[in-house]
C-alpha cells in the first residue's frame, strides 16, 4: 500500500499528552507548550496530559511511564540540547522500544534551513513504546513549531494507525 493509501487510514481524534520539561516554565510562560496543545487541538485531537516536570530523566521517565497506558501518543518538550541540565534525551531513549531516527534526522535539516549550523545542537529524537508515539522536541517555541506543523501533525494519525496494525 502507498503512502497516501496509509494516510488515507490516519486515526483522528488522538489522545495526546503534552510534558514540558523545566525548572524554570510555568503553566502561563510556556509557549512552547501551549503551542504544541494549540496544534494538536486544531488537528482535532485531545491533549488528555498537560503537565511540567523538573529537568531530572528520573522525573521526566516518570512521568512518560506514568501517563502513557492513556494515551496514544506523547510529546516532550524541552530539555533536548547540549547544556548539563539536557537530560530529556537520557531519560526517553531507554523507554524506546524502536527508534524513528529519521524524525531526528529530518528535524535537524529542516532546521539547518531556518537556523543554521546550530541545528546540530538539538538532539530531537522520536520513538515507540507499547504501541504509542513518543516525541522530544526542543524547548524554543520556533523548534516546536517547526516540529508540529512539518512532521508531528502530518504524520501523527497515520504513526497511530501503523502502531494499531
Do not use: W
Amino acid at each position: 500500500m502507498a503512502v497516501h493509501e496509509h494516510k488515507r487510514l490516519s486515526k483522528p481524534n488522538l489522545k495526546v499528552g503534552v510534558i514540558t520539561a523545566s525548572d524554570s516554565r510555568t503553566p502561563e510562560t510556556d509557549s512552547s507548550g501551549q503551542l504544541i496543545r494549540e496544534r494538536l487541538e486544531a488537528e482535532g485531537h485531545t491533549v488528555a496530559v498537560y503537565e511540567i516536570v523538573p529537568d531530572s530523566a528520573e522525573r521526566i521517565a516518570s512521568a512518560v511511564l506514568e501517563h502513557l497506558p492513556a494515551l496514544d501518543a506523547i510529546i516532550v518538550n524541552g530539555g533536548t540540547g547540549i547544556a548539563a541540565r539536557d537530560v530529556t534525551i537520557e531519560a526517553l531513549r531507554p523507554l524506546l522500544k524502536k527508534e524513528l531516527e529519521g524524525f531526528g534526522e529530518i528535524f535537524r535539516a529542516l532546521s539547518y534551513q531556518e537556523i543554521g549550523a546550530a541545528a546540530m545542537l538539538s538532539r530531537a529524537l522520536a520513538g515507540v513504546r507499547d504501541g504509542k508515539f513518543i516525541a522530544a522536541l526542543p524547548g524554543s517555541t520556533a523548534g516546536c513549531r517547526l516540529a508540529m506543523e512539518k512532521l508531528i501533525v502530518p504524520e501523527i494519525g497515520h504513526i497511530a494507525y501503523l502502531l494499531s496494525q
